[in-house]
């Protein structure tokens, strides 16, 4: 079965200074992969996808199958950041199921 | 378009009862799905409806079950309550299910079990 792993529970990092966000993942196949995000009070959304390619709020991700890893990174963080992540998998088959992770809080010094 | 609207919004009960939950997906969405959220679990997969059959099922034990209706909306039910079903429901739909289709999610129903 599919998993998807999230090492870091909380993680807190200095206004202006590099963020990353691990995921680690277990499928065989080729999966599809997603970042969502939940900001305080707000409902959990879409951030950014794998297929995309995309650069969103500054973030981006990179699928690495030799690793099985699609870290979130962002170069300069800001307090706007503070929120909690969660990377999702899909077995990349329209109708399978989305699972996530554990999620990390990520928390904004200033 | 209206979001996902899911009720109600809270509840309580006590052990050994049981527990209806709504959800109305973005209209034309046809897949909903449903999660459990927790602080030390994160999100985890109850089940997937589309044009009302279950499409996809979690690892969650049988008193959990679902059902969506031909406008698509769908409801979950908890039956015989246990003090760790204490958790916020959280319904996602999407109009293709699955990837590479987007989850729209509602605000949830925190269910408090005593």
């Known amino acids: 079965a599919q998993r998807v792993t999230q090492p870091e529970k909380l993680l807190s990092v200095f206004k202006g200074a590099p963020v990353e966000l691990k995921c680690n993942y277990s499928?065989?196949?080729?999966?599809?992969l997603f970042w969502y995000v939940q900001y305080s009070r707000q409902r959990l959304q879409l951030l950014l996808r794998?297929?995309s390619r995309e650069s969103i709020k500054g973030f981006t991700a990179d699928l690495n199958k030799g690793e099985t890893s699609f870290h979130l990174k962002k170069p300069f963080a800001q307090e706007e950041d503070s929120a909690m992540y969660y990377c999702?998998?899909?077995?990349?088959?329209?109708?399978?199921?989305?699972?996530f992770g554990k999620g990390t809080r990520l928390h904004i010094l200033p | 378009k209206a979001g996902v609207t899911q009720t109600p919004r809270y509840l309580i009960k006590t052990r050994g009862q049981q527990v209806t939950l709504s959800c109305s997906p973005i209209?034309?969405?046809?897949?909903v799905s449903w999660y459990q959220q927790t602080p030390g679990q994160g999100l985890q997969f109850l089940f997937e409806?589309?044009?009302?059959?279950?499409?996809n099922k979690g690892n969650f034990p049988g008193r959990f079950s679902g059902r969506q209706f031909s406008n698509s909306r769908s409801e979950m039910n908890v039956s015989t309550l246990e003090l760790g079903d204490s958790a916020l429901y959280l319904c996602?739909?999407?109009?293709?299910?699955?990837?590479?289709?987007?989850?729209?999610f509602g605000e949830g129903s925190r269910l408090t079990v005593l």
């Open positions: 996602a739909s999407s109009f293709t299910g699955g990837a590479p289709g987007e989850l729209f």
């Open positions: 499928y065989s196949g080729s999966p599809e």
């Open positions: 794998h297929i």
């Open positions: 999702a998998l899909s077995k990349g088959n329209r109708d399978d199921k989305i699972i």
């Open positions: 209209s034309g969405h046809r897949s």
């Open positions: 409806y589309f044009s009302e059959t279950q499409r």
